[in-house]
């Protein structure tokens, strides 16, 4: 058996090349020193180079792939933990420079139950944030499991939440880079998540949410703490989506169906302080057309009923600090952060990748992506006096367009471009640079 690898070498080397040559110096006897000669072999040249050239780009892929996973998920496995990245460092305009450890149990520790932890100081506001939860899977078919969680932490005002699509790492973290509007809050949940059939996943959860700095749209009000227990539930809807399978966890490859995302949250009323309600959805879809390209196109909507409190009326999801930022997909590249609220909102992302049609025969294909959004909303506060002068909705609409040339650059792991949206419609500025919006892209490298 200590052969075998030479023999599957010699026969590799025997079906490519058709023949196969030895060297008589392989043929004769050991010397006198009684020292093994190893057979000596001439063959294809090429061929064997291509074996190593193979050999090194497989190992090169995986190294890569490796990379991916931990810069993907945010985990770097240490054992039986993983580090969280994205707890080490952060920075936003709230907290200031964000100092902290995140470690969460990966599948060497145990395959059924993961515990997670993490604590962080923000040099800015002076407060430590922390929270620990655990989850257990009960059954890794349907990816059912129960789980809950306690934080001390701060959440962005107005923002809308569903399961979101993993960005570069890098990507991930200068998104928050700019944003400032945060309440500090306590919360503890628990709940189970299940997929009830195979083309539906869902959540179910009980809140247990204290907001500690609540700004109210009656500004006589004092900023006191209010506390809600809520019911709440999500539901993700894909039809003929395929998954793999690792360590026990299932992920999802796509579907060339619609995907629809609920979300549905209500306080009780005799165990909160105020009321809340909310009801949201994104739908999103992909078209790919022979001759001109691929389309994807993202609704959202929301439904909110505050009872005042400002910092849980809806904000249109907007990536635009000044005039030069990163671009995140499905947001309004040139509204301002938190510029409007909304308790009523609809809105549209629109994105066309002409790539496909332009390059169809090049091995190196630049992202050439068109792009157009348009969000509408409005507050049953807005007739409130100053309140709209304060925080203006967008009963009118809003509009911009633009265009990316992503992946011109390739650094690696990452894939580096640029574009720039323009501000339109009646809420456009009177100033050029103003609805301007220059933005560089993030991808993946592989």
Known sequence: MRYFPLLFFFFVCLQATGQLFVDPVAVQNPDSNNQTNHPHFIANDSLINQLIDSLEQERYIQQKVNALQVFGNYRYPVGKVSVCLDRLVGYNKFEGLKLG??????????????????????????????????????????????????????KEDGVIEFQKEQKPFISEQIDVWYRRNFTYHKLFQAGFQSKLFPFLQSKFYWKNYRMLNPAFVDEAIPPTEVLYNNLGAWFRLAFQEHFFTRHGEVYSLGTRFPELQINYERSLPSLSDRNYEAFEFKLSDFFRFPRIGESEIEFLGALRESDGVVNLLASPPSSRPRLFAFY??????????????????????WRHNLSPWLFKHQQLKPGIVLAFNAAIGDSKYDDLPGFSERRPSIPKGFYEGGILISKMINTGFLKLGAGAFYRLGPYRFDSFADNLAIKLTVDWGI
């Open 101 to 154: 450890l995140g470690l969460e149990t990966n599948h060497h520790f145990s395959r059924l139950l993961t515990l997670n932890g993490y604590w962080r100081y923000g040099l800015k506001d002076e407060v430590a944030k922390y929270g620990g939860g655990l989850s257990f899977r009960l059954d890794s078919a349907s990816s059912t499991r129960v789980f809950a969680f306690y934080q001390k932490d701060v």
């Open 328 to 349: 995140s997909k499905n947001t309004f590249a040139t509204m301002g952060i938190n510029e409007f609220v909304t308790d009523r909102l609809m809105a549209v992302f």
